[in-house]
């Protein structure tokens, strides 16, 4: 048995990890994989920059103005990066909340969290997806949407959701 656990680094999702004990507890050597999705246009490159120097500085009546800190690292490399730094946390949080199942950490990027999840969950054939859900109402909801709300309409998957509080 193989389930999908999609964390957004947030408390609220995080919130689901009872709930995936639970599932391990029921469910003798099932896959808990744990899924980051994050959106290619959140990453930005690291600027270098001069530490301990002013941006500027007055020689007599002539301000000389430091140079402004320049792109070290491109958007692939920054990606990279940050790939390793988020399977890295899913590892870590793998390691402190469920350490008796067995788990893989997956980093996603895409601009569409519902269909990053579904995909990997139709990748990987799974037979659950356990979220939380922020629940969010009123005009938030229809602003944000809901990414539980699209996987269940969109995956053809169970979907265990998990309202906070």
């Known amino acids: 048995m193989k389930a999908i656990v999609p964390l957004d680094g947030s408390d609220t999702a995080m919130g689901i990890m009872p709930s995936v004990r639970r599932l391990i507890e029921m469910s003798p050597g099932i896959e808990i994989h744990l899924l980051r999705v994050m959106d290619p246009k959140d990453v930005r490159g690291r ?32 990606m990279a990066r940050k790939g390793i730094e988020l399977r890295e946390e899913l590892e870590a949080i793998a390691a402190k909340e469920i350490p008796q199942a067995a788990s893989v950490a997956h980093v996603k990027w895409s601009g569409n969290a519902a269909q990053a999840i579904t995909e990997l969950a139709n990748e990987l054939d799974a037979d659950v997806i356990v979220m939380a859900t922020h629940g ?30």
Do not use: M
């Open 47 to 78: 600027l270098e920059r001069v530490v301990g120097e002013p941006p500027a500085a007055t020689v007599g009546k002539t301000t000389v103005q430091a140079p402004p800190p320049r792109l070290v690292e491109s958007h692939g490399e920054a």
């Open 136 to 165: 969010r109402s009123g005009i938030s909801h229809v602003l944000a949407g809901s990414v539980a709300e699209a996987v269940i309409r969109t995956s053809g998957r169970p979907v265990l959701v998990q309202k906070p509080g």
